[in-house]
T-cell receptor
Framework: QSVLTQPPSVSGAPGQRVTISCTGS?????????VHWYQQLPGTDPKLLIS???NRPSGVPDRFSGSKAGTSASLAITGLQAEDEADYYC???????????FGGGTKLTVL | QVQLQESGPGLVKPSETLSLTCSVS????????WSWIRQPPGKGLEWIGY?????????NPSLKSRVTISVDTSKNRLSLKLSSVTAADTAVYYC???FGSGSSLDYWGQGTLVTVSS
C-alpha cells in the first residue's frame, strides 16, 4: 500500500482532457513538500514530467500541467494523444520516513 | 548530458546479498542526492534509499536493516548492497539523481532486472 494514493487507471479519447489525482497526508504533501510527476512508457525507465508541483522540464509539452492544494496534487493532460498511453507516478518527500514516497501509479489508456 | 548505468548480476540466490553498481558520466557525483529505487514486475516504484554529501544516507525503514548504499567519488560510482534477499526482492533496480531531499529525480538509469531464485 503506497503512502501516496493514485487511481489505478484513467482513460480518455484522443483530444480529451484527463486528470490524475495524488492524495497524501500531513507528513508529505500537506507538510508543504513539493510533488513531482513521472511518466513511464512500457518497458522504459520513468521520465520526469512535472517538477516542483507545476514546473515542466525542458522538452515536456505544455499539454501536461500540475497543481497542488492541501494534501493533494493533480496532473492534467489535455489534447490526449496515443503516445500519452503510459503509467504515471507522483512522488514527494515524507518527514516521518525522512525519505521519498511514491504513489502506486496510474495507467492511462487512450481509447 | 548526465548518464547513469546500472550493472550487476541478474540472478541472485535466496539469502544471498544483491550487489549493484551505478556508473555516472557527464557530471560529478558530488553535490547531489543519489538514490536507488526499485520496481517489482508489474508493480509500482519503491524508494530504497539515498546518499548525499558523499556519505550521509537515509534508507526506507522497511529495508533499512538490509541495505547499504555507498559512493566512490574517485570512480563516479554509486553502489547498492541488499542482504538476505528473498523472491520479494525480485525487481528492476534503478539509480537516480536529485538536487536535494525535496527535489525531483531528474536523471534515471535504464534499470537492471534482478531475479532472486535458486
Amino acid at each position: 500500500q503506497s503512502v501516496l494514493t493514485q487511481p489505478p487507471s484513467v482513460s480518455g479519447a484522443p483530444g480529451q482532457r484527463v486528470t490524475i489525482s495524488c492524495t497524501g497526508s500531513s507528513s508529505n504533501i500537506g507538510a508543504g513538500y513539493d510533488v513531482h510527476w513521472y511518466q513511464q512508457l512500457p518497458g522504459t525507465d520513468p521520465k520526469l514530467l512535472i517538477s516542483g508541483n507545476s514546473n515542466r522540464p525542458s522538452g515536456v509539452p505544455d499539454r501536461f500541467s500540475g497543481s497542488k492544494a492541501g494534501t493533494s496534487a493533480s496532473l492534467a493532460i489535455t489534447g490526449l494523444q496515443a503516445e500519452d498511453e503510459a503509467d504515471y507516478y507522483c512522488q514527494s518527500f515524507d518527514s516521518s520516513l525522512s525519505g521519498w514516497v511514491f504513489g502506486g501509479g496510474t495507467k492511462l489508456t487512450v481509447l | 548530458q548526465v548518464q547513469l548505468q546500472e550493472s550487476g548480476p541478474g540472478l541472485v540466490k535466496p539469502s544471498e546479498t544483491l550487489s549493484l553498481t551505478c556508473s555516472v558520466s557527464g557530471g560529478p557525483i558530488s553535490s547531489y542526492f543519489w538514490s536507488w529505487i526499485r520496481q517489482p514486475p508489474g508493480k509500482g516504484l519503491e524508494w530504497i534509499g539515498y546518499i548525499y554529501n558523499s556519505g550521509s544516507t537515509h534508507y526506507n525503514p522497511s529495508l533499512k536493516s538490509r541495505v547499504t548504499i555507498s559512493v566512490d567519488t574517485s570512480k563516479n560510482r554509486l553502489s547498492l548492497k541488499l542482504s538476505s534477499v528473498t523472491a520479494a526482492d525480485t525487481a528492476v533496480y534503478y539509480c537516480a539523481r536529485a538536487f536535494g531531499s525535496g527535489s525531483s529525480l531528474d536523471y534515471w538509469g535504464q534499470g537492471t532486472l534482478v531475479t532472486v531464485s535458486s
